[in-house]
């Protein structure tokens, strides 16, 4: 959608899949003069204009949903669907101070000062980075005091891998009653994926570790979304898996209209994330329908040798079958990901058992 400033004239390019919202209009800033822009997102729907939260018919649910999901499903599922979408402006602010200290770190005009004030307002968050600085992974038990002192001697990468899991520990380590999941059990998982996404990025591509670092901790996040929704249908989970699909992901899409992998890539692309990242996480279960994403393939890769190191939970945590074209494709070998899971092992225990 093209969005011409009443100002200054500049215009801008902006996606309607990144829209997602109750209001009727949207409000955005000129990137030129910093004036503000209003939308009108009826504009968006050709007509049809987007209900207000409270008072929404199912009927216009279920026109809004169509419009920002794209889908034919029945009017029930188009209604979930659209209170899903809605839900994901929800969500606390952990992914936006991953995204936040990742954008500072890739300025080079940036310091250590405004990497450190990202976290600074959020003491816990601190509390952990420093917990983590101080692990026997990174070898300096007892040496970090500070903020700043971590960034001097773990270097500001590090410190930013660092920000990564303790903003993402917090929102990761809740109990998930509709995936049977116990406190931890999700946070532990992601973090071993994670290692692993990186573990194997570094043996192909440097300019991917971080990205596939971000991807592999938030994969299977979208879970977190959808488990109050699938704790209220849990009759309907056990008996599509039982009678039609023993597979609880197809089950995810058939009952919610969304996997969690899905709903995931949305709440990335609603908060800006690249679009690496996004369909890394969207397609981790299948890379081979992600129009050739290698970054979808070292996740999906990750989350196997995650799995093997014994980073697994519940009937949920299944994946595609490991093919070994997975490999081939990225040049990999099977003693190279054996290696990997052996790594995961060894990091996990010495992260998690420090920072808890």
Not at 284 to 290: A, E, G, K, L
Not at 291 to 306: E, K, M, P, R, T
Not at 336 to 343: C, K, T
Request: include cysteine.
């Amino acid at each position: 959608m093209r969005i011409e400033c009443p100002k200054c004239r500049r215009i801008s390019t902006i996606s309607s899949d990144l829209i997602v919202t109750h209001k009727r209009a949207l409000e955005i800033s000129c990137s030129l003069c910093k004036s503000d822009v209003q939308i009108q997102l009826s504009l968006l729907t050709e007509g049809i204009q987007l209900p207000n939260l409270e008072s929404a018919t199912q009927n216009q649910e279920t026109r809004l949903t169509s419009v920002l999901a794209d889908t034919k499903d029945d009017p029930e599922i188009l209604s979930l669907k659209s209170k899903i979408l809605r839900s994901l402006v929800e969500l606390p602010p952990m992914p936006n101070i991953i995204l936040r200290a990742r954008e500072i770190m890739e300025d080079p005009r940036a310091s250590l000062k405004e990497l450190s004030a990202v976290i600074e307002h959020d003491q816990a968050i601190v509390a952990r980075v420093l917990a983590l600085a101080n692990s026997a992974y990174y070898g300096l038990s007892g040496m970090v005091s500070s903020i700043q002192h971590a960034s001097i001697l773990l270097g500001q990468r590090t410190l930013g891998e660092l920000i990564t899991i303790a903003a993402s520990s917090r929102l990761l380590s809740k109990k998930l009653k509709g995936y049977q999941l116990n406190p931890g059990e999700l946070w532990q998982h992601s973090l071993a994926v994670a290692l692993g996404s990186k573990f194997i990025a570094e043996k192909i591509s440097r300019d991917w570790v971080e990205d596939a670092f971000i991807a592999g901790l938030l994969h299977d996040a979208g879970k977190i979304i959808l488990n109050p929704y699938v704790e209220e249908r849990q009759d309907l989970f056990k008996t599509c898996l039982k009678n039609e699909s023993p597979n609880f992901i197809k089950a995810e899409k058939e009952i919610l209209g969304f996997n969690h992998a899905e709903v995931m890539s949305r709440a990335t692309r609603f908060w800006r994330y690249p679009d690496t990242q996004s369909l890394a996480i969207r397609y981790h279960h299948d890379p081979m329908q992600s129009g050739h994403s290698q970054l979808a393939f070292v996740v999906h890769l990750a989350d196997i040798a995650a799995k093997g190191a014994g980073y697994t939970y519940g009937h949920t945590g299944s994946s595609a079958e490991f093919d070994p074209q997975m490999l081939s494709y990225l040049g990999f070998k099977r003693a190279e990901l054996d290696a990997i899971v052996a790594d995961i092992n060894t990091s996990v225990d010495k992260l998690v058992t420090e920072f808890q």
